[in-house]
């Protein structure tokens, strides 16, 4: 069931009219009726192209991002605590934190007592994400159903890449974020080699939305900041042969023959924290992780 105390703060998307429980539902001054199938409030209306594209993608990866063959699912956790621990300096953050692109989520699993809102243009993978979540919203990041001010700290776990207008999505974080909050964000550095493989392996791979994207170092930085909207307190790059090889095992598919997947994990984690040793090895990294501060208004 939706829990009514993290639902007070539902809006309609752009117009911000607030929305009132009503049975099954919630709805709008307008009229307008957004209905409520489990813990989901179902609120996305008039996708465009681009966005069905990725949702449509999205509902092709739905198992593979639950299926114990691959290695990504293993190593994505490892994201998910720099961003929800690392970045907070080894303690995980309090208040009302908006877990935006939440997925299967991979978060409410492992942070179970935050009580997170989640937020997702995907239904199929919301219907997942059945633990941690105190409410659960279909909707696009970039017109979020939620009033000014309403967090304190807004997570973008690999979710920017998959966004039509990062730009706007950023600044709805800003716009829901109360003076002073955090917005964490990691998504994949664009590397030309990468990308390039990424192409080839993946072309025929459902899963793989052609509005797939990385972000160049300076790029991803200008998308956070936007002039004074954020100011970026901390930047990492992190990842390398990890990333690399569990990428490259994944869509060749031949992690599905490899008979101890977390060995073979535990290798590549233990090579990159050899390789980051090095001096100048960091900026090789292939993830972009940021942890910013929301302007004062």
Known sequence: MVSDNHAQSLVEPRTLAPLQRAGEAYVAASGHR?????????????????????????EHAVNVYSDPRFLMPRYEPDMARLALVQLFGGREPTGDVLDAGCGIGLLGHLFPNLGLIGLDASVDLLRKADVGYGLLVEASAEALPFADQSFDVVVALNMLHHVIDPKQAVREFARVLRPGGTLV????????PVELAKQLLRSKDQ?????????????????????????????????????????????TKLSFKIRDRDRVLDALRGLDAALFKIPGVSKLGLNLAVRATRAAS
């Open 34 to 58: 957004y209905e409520i199938e489990g813990r989901i409030v179902r609120i996305l209306r008039n996708v465009d192209p681009a966005l069905a594209l990725e949702i449509e993608s999205q």
């Open 185 to 192: 964000a990691v998504d994949p550095r664009k590397v030309l």
């Open 207 to 251: 899963s793989f939305a052609p509005t797939h994207k990385a972000f160049a170092v300076s790029e991803y930085e200008s998308i956070i900041e936007q002039g004074d909207l954020f100011r970026i307190e901390e930047a990492r790059r992190v990842g390398l042969l990890t990333l690399l090889g569990v990428g490259g095992l994944d869509a």
